[in-house]
């Protein structure tokens, strides 16, 4: 079992209270002069409206206390930025080292049309290299908040969320921070322990050492939603039982709706180089997965190029598509499953897993791989187009080594291929459908230790 899942939350985090967003807006301050870094720290701790000078870049040289590059927003505080940036200096070398924001117990940040970016912090437990939100804080970017080119050692390179705190992020933009420790670096994006919503937001180009390159959340809530993006991170990974989550990490789980997790890259670790689910239960719903990728040889093989489940999934109206495993071996070019249950259903479309490739020699499943113990069950998929391409590679469809399945009457699994027969449905254990299964190469399930009940050829 991964580090991720074992690894102990507080009680906490789990049964944190949502912290409320304030509902009155404070009245207006006067606008900060362009480069007034004195200003900006006065009306900060003095909360209430902060206007800045369009377009302007606040440069900060040094921190203001300790690690803050400013001083923490401890009430009502919006912040208007106009397009404006706030950076630490990029001259300055790691020696000194600083977040921008850091948002303490009681403090809210109403954000918008502003930059956050090259905060730098290099010590263990120095977390939120761009913003700090810490219990009993709170973050609400309403738009076009950018937080970009932050890098910590461990949580959260661009954005980090403490249990008890919460943030929420509409149309903002979360790029290329970095987590970098390869033993404890989750959240090249954003790391949460409390509350952490993204919508219409995009995360992109961020990186983490183990585990969640774009976003990860250990919280009590996490979602994505209205057409957020999570594209192009990577995760580095610590080993071949530890990393994963190339796009997006979660341990307790959450919900992914109407987005998609596309392009992200594991080059070592566990699996999931899109999505990695350490416990659940999560559900991705008229969502999209694609063209992510697991890049490595090692034993055990690599499992799940977009999506490894730990716990409890469901796909409902989604696409897994042109997902790939490169090295040997592979298991679940598309899906995989190594604990609990995945549950692919069609409310509104098909669920449909296709043109996924694992192609490593002896390669375990190019669509779907179970693993022993674990419950399958399809309503409405279609499986299709999948291959196994690797020499001694089989179940071009699915691969259930030893899991319980259920493929519904409303299922396909068609057009599938391996190296070695069977190229639909390779199982260990016995089960019976009335799913259609035609058309795989070079067969259906025959060369299966097991024939499913109800497939021909």
């Known amino acids: 079992m991964s580090r991720a899942v074992s690894r102990p939350l507080a009680a906490t985090v789990l049964a944190a209270a949502a912290v409320a967003f304030p509902a009155a807006v404070p009245a207006h301050a006067a606008p900060i002069t362009c480069g007034d870094i004195a200003a900006l720290k006065t009306a900060i701790m ?15 040289t040094a921190a203001d206390s300790g690690v803050d590059g400013l001083p923490a927003v401890t009430s009502n505080t919006v912040i208007n930025g106009n397009h404006a940036t706030i950076m630490r200096d990029p001259t300055l070398t790691s020696a000194t080292p600083f977040r921008i924001l850091r948002i303490a117990s009681g403090g809210s940040l109403t954000v918008s049309d502003l930059t956050v970016m090259n905060g730098l912090l ?11 939100v810490e219990n009993g ?10 937080i970009q080119g932050n890098r910590v050692l461990t949580f959260g390179g661009g954005l980090e969320v403490d249990a008890g705190g919460a943030a929420e992020l509409t149309a903002s933009l979360i790029n290329d921070n970095t987590a970098t420790s390869l033993a ?40 994505i939603d209205q057409n957020s993006r999570i594209s192009n991170n990577r995760v580095t990974g610590f080993g071949p039982n530890d990393g994963g989550g190339g796009g997006v990490y979660t341990g307790p789980g959450g919900s992914i709706t109407d987005s998609s997790v596309t392009n992200n890259t594991l080059t070592d670790g566990e699996g999931g180089g899109g999505i990695y689910s350490g416990g659940g239960p999560l559900t991705v719903t008229r969502s999209t997965i694609s063209g992510n990728t697991l890049a490595y040889n090692q034993t055990p093989p690599a499992a799940g190029a977009a999506l490894l489940s730990r716990g409890s999934v469901t796909l409902d109206s989604s696409t897994v ?24 259903q069609s409310t509104t479309t098909a669920t449909t897993v296709r043109s996924n490739l694992a192609s490593g020699q002896y390669s375990q499943g190019g669509g779907i791989y179970a693993a022993s113990g674990t419950n399958l069950t399809t309503t409405g998929a279609t499986i299709t187009a999948n291959k196994a391409s690797g020499t001694g590679s089989q179940g071009g469809g699915l691969f259930n080594n030893g899991g319980t399945v259920s493929l519904d009457s409303t299922t396909s699994v068609t057009s599938n291929s391996a190296a070695t027969a069977p190229g639909g449905i390779w199982t260990s254990t ?20 097991t024939i499913v009940t109800g497939c021909a050829g």
Do not use: Q, W
């Not at 804080?137 to 950018?146: C, F, K, Q, R, V």
């Not at 495993?325 to 692919?344: D, E, F, H, Y």
């Not at 016995?430 to 067969?443: C, L, M, R, V, W």
């Open 46 to 60: 003095a909360g209430g409206t902060i206007d800045l000078v369009p377009y302007c870049v606040y440069v900060l």
């Open 122 to 132: 290099t010590g263990v437990g120095g977390n939120g290299g761009g913003i700090r």
């Open 137 to 146: 804080g709170s973050l609400m970017a309403t738009s076009n908040l950018t």
């Open 184 to 223: 404890i670096g989750l959240g090249g994006g954003a790391y949460s322990r409390g509350s952490l919503r993204l919508h219409g937001t995009v995360v992109s180009s961020n990186r983490a050492g183990e585990y969640g390159g774009g976003v990860g959340s250990d919280g009590s809530t996490f979602v």
């Open 321 to 344: 598509a042109s997902n790939k495993i490169v090295g040997a071996p592979g298991r679940g070019a598309g899906l995989a499953v190594l604990n609990g249950s995945l549950t692919l």
């Open 430 to 449: 016995p089960f019976a459908t009335t799913a259609t299964i035609s058309g795989n190469i070079p067969t259906n399930c025959l060369g299966s230790p």
